[in-house]
């Protein structure tokens, strides 16, 4: 399978389910994730073991106790997995997602992982560019307004993500201007950095995964809606913020992570969303309980 998406049309079965691809999806030169029930797995703690079940979720249980049905997305971290586990798991008929950073950056990478001679952590942080601390993390919010962001982060998107054949990014911190970022960000400029960042995937045949844009509490998601290809977001059961992603419902496929919440709290309102539901431990180590 190539790193280009397969243009998909009509309805498919995959793993036993029914689901209908995205009306505008022909028109795409990448891969747009197919409306319905999709099984997917999140794992970024550590690089995907393609002979474990627990990493590929291929042990799983539905929370009716039956087995459920293989991933045929897998979301992993683009830095610390190799070109050949994408590989890999296109020879399966699966799509997969780069995870990165967007709007920080921490210093959890060497040079060698990444494969180039001066970390993206360290290029932004020579470019002067860090702002306040994140909380709880050992990162630091990005001027987002930069044109050294831009360049740095888009070069990561091609290097992490392109040139080892993923077929979708997903963006995280692309939503931090209500946070004490350090600098006077707006919901203009995060939307003038997303847009950026989304029509340069595009370019490189990636689709975008806008991530949690229902934090925010306004219309970020909505207003991001033209050129997010899908959504992932985490715990809107938890916090009562599914409503904010009403523009996605029926329209593009939205995958939510709940964390505290037990399956039978969620799952009927993911079901009955259209979301594709399933619980995580905060370590995103493997373990899953999806909903469908």
Known sequence: M???ARIVAGLCVVAGFAIQSVP????SSWWIPL????????ELSHPLRLSNARDMGTNDKLPNGHPAPAPVVYDIDGIINPASTVAALHAEDKHVVCYIEVGAAGDYYSAADEGIA???????????????????????YLDIRSPSTVSII??????????????????DIDEEYGDNTGFPLTKADQEQYMT?????????GLGWWIKNPDDTGDSYATDMYPLADAVLTEQCNQFSSCGLLSAYEG?????????H?????????????????ARFNLGLTGVRKPCQ
């Open 2 to 4: 190539s790193s280009l």
């Open 24 to 27: 505008h999806a022909a028109a």
């Open 35 to 42: 409306l319905g029930s999709q099984p997917w797995q999140w």
């Open 118 to 140: 001066t970390t993206y952590y360290d290029q932004l942080r020579e470019a002067g560019v860090f702002g306040k601390k994140v909380s709880g993390y050992p990162e630091f």
């Open 154 to 171: 888009e070069s990561m998107i091609d290097q992490q993500c392109a040139s080892k054949g993923f077929d979708a990014v997903e963006t």
């Open 196 to 204: 950026t960042l989304a029509n340069y995937m595009h370019g490189l």
């Open 251 to 259: 329209h593009k496929a939205v995958f939510n992570a709940e964390y």
């Open 261 to 277: 919440l037990a399956t039978s709290a969620f799952c009927r309102n993911d079901d009955a969303l259209g979301f594709n539901g």
